[in-house]
T-cell receptor, first 115, second 113 residues
Framework: AQSVTQPDIHITVSEGASLELRCNYS??????LFWYVQSPGQGLQLLLK??????LVQGIKGFEAEFKRSQSSFNLRKPSVHWSDAAEYFC?????????????FGTGTRLQVTL | DAGVIQSPRHEVTEMGQEVTLRCKPI?????LFWYRQTMMRGLELLIY????????DSGMPEDRFSAKMPNASFSTLKIQPSEPRDSAVYFC???????????FGAGTRLSVL
């Protein structure tokens, strides 16, 4: 069975500082990997995805993530955080289900940004 | 497109009452997913449909929960009878076959008193 671990429940960074959110997954085959962001009272918005090819993927809002098969990781990074990035971030792994992905989510990392 | 639309946004009900949550997927999407989010268990997949047919309902917690998709533009998740432990945020998501990206609605926050 697939699983996702986000070891950091809560992270605080200063505005302008760099950010790295950790994600480790367990999956028997080549995974589909996703990062979603959830602002308070909102649904989940896709930041970026990895299906195949280049292991460094770019997403919206200046985020990027790197797939490292040897470490079973898919960490999310941003070089300079903005106050509006404060939200909860979810990593997910997708198992092929027909022609869609059945997602398993991590428990999330809440990001706080100090001014 | 307006995105995935869920209604109501908030629902407060008393234990034992029937609750119906509604979802309109993005037009043209052929997969629809229902999730539940709680502090204790995080985001859990309850059930998903393909072309209006339920494919996997292994995440549905018990018989009190049921989901239907009578047509391509509408789905319901029903809880009958509701219990306080059903209090959660329920999300609906849809995707297009082969694209593997799920788009989420804003969710329904359910409180069962």
């Amino acid at each position: 069975a697939q699983s996702v671990t986000q070891p950091d429940i809560h992270i605080t960074v200063s505005e302008g500082a760099s950010l790295e959110l950790r994600c480790n997954y367990s999956y028997g085959a080549t995974p589909y990997l996703f990062w979603y962001v959830q602002s308070p009272g909102q649904g989940l918005q896709l930041l970026l995805k990895y299906f195949s090819g280049d292991t460094l993927v770019q997403g919206i809002k200046g985020f990027e993530a790197e797939f490292k098969r040897s470490q079973s990781s898919f960490n999310l990074r941003k070089p300079s955080v903005h106050w509006s990035d404060a939200a909860e971030y979810f990593c997910a792994v997708g198992a092929r289900a027909g022609t869609a992905s059945k997602l398993t989510f991590g428990t999330g990392t809440r990001l706080q940004v100090t001014l | 497109d307006a995105g995935v639309i869920q209604s109501p946004r908030h629902e407060v009900t008393e234990m034992g009452q029937e609750v119906t949550l509604r979802c309109k997927p993005i037009s043209g999407h052929d997969y629809l997913f229902w999730y539940r989010q709680t502090m204790m268990r995080g985001l859990e997949l309850l059930i998903y449909f393909n072309n209006n047919v339920p494919i996997d309902d292994s995440g549905m917690p018990e018989d009190r929960f049921s989901a239907k998709m009578p047509n391509a533009s509408f789905s319901t998740l029903k809880i009958q009878p509701s219990e306080p432990r059903d209090s959660a945020v329920y999300f609906c998501a849809s995707s297009l076959s082969g694209i593997n990206i799920q788009y989420f609605g804003a969710g329904t926050r359910l409180s069962v008193l």
